[in-house]
């Protein structure tokens, strides 16, 4: 079956990195489109990056410079590095999967069970 798994999240200090992963397995990796959501306590979830098929990205204002999305499609993985990390990047993180492009927040996508990040100031 499907099955996304989230790991790397953990505690963090301010203006530190963190690299999380996602195992993916059960679909054709290598056609889907990938993305990092997140969501904080009393938010909404939002989109934080996305990786097409091809390697184009795509990045929240929020998070751009920041933030970098790649994937490797011979280990079915897709990562969020993340640094120069502030306490507002505190959330679950997420990784979905989208077989269109580009990616959207569709009834069809596949979801992790999400990984906590905390950032303290």
């Known amino acids: 079956q499907v099955q996304l798994v989230e790991s790397g999240g953990g505690l963090v200090q301010a203006g530190g990195s963190r690299r999380l992963s996602c195992a993916a397995s059960?679909?054709?990796?290598?056609?889907?489109?990938m993305g990092w959501f997140r969501q904080a306590p009393g938010k909404q979830r939002e989109l934080v990056a996305t990786?097409?098929?091809?390697?184009?990205?795509d990045y929240a204002d929020s998070v751009k410079g920041r933030f970098t999305i790649s994937r490797d499609n011979a280990k079915n993985t897709v990562y969020l590095q993340m640094n120069s990390l502030k306490p507002e990047d505190s959330a679950v993180y997420y990784c979905?999967?989208?077989?269109?492009?580009?990616?959207?927040?569709?009834?069809?996508?596949?979801w992790g069970q999400g990984t906590q990040v905390t950032v303290s100031s």
């Open positions: 979905a999967a989208d077989r269109i492009q580009p990616m959207m927040v569709r009834p069809s996508n596949y």
């Open positions: 059960g679909f054709f990796f290598s056609t889907y489109a």
């Open positions: 990786i097409n098929r091809g390697g184009d990205t």
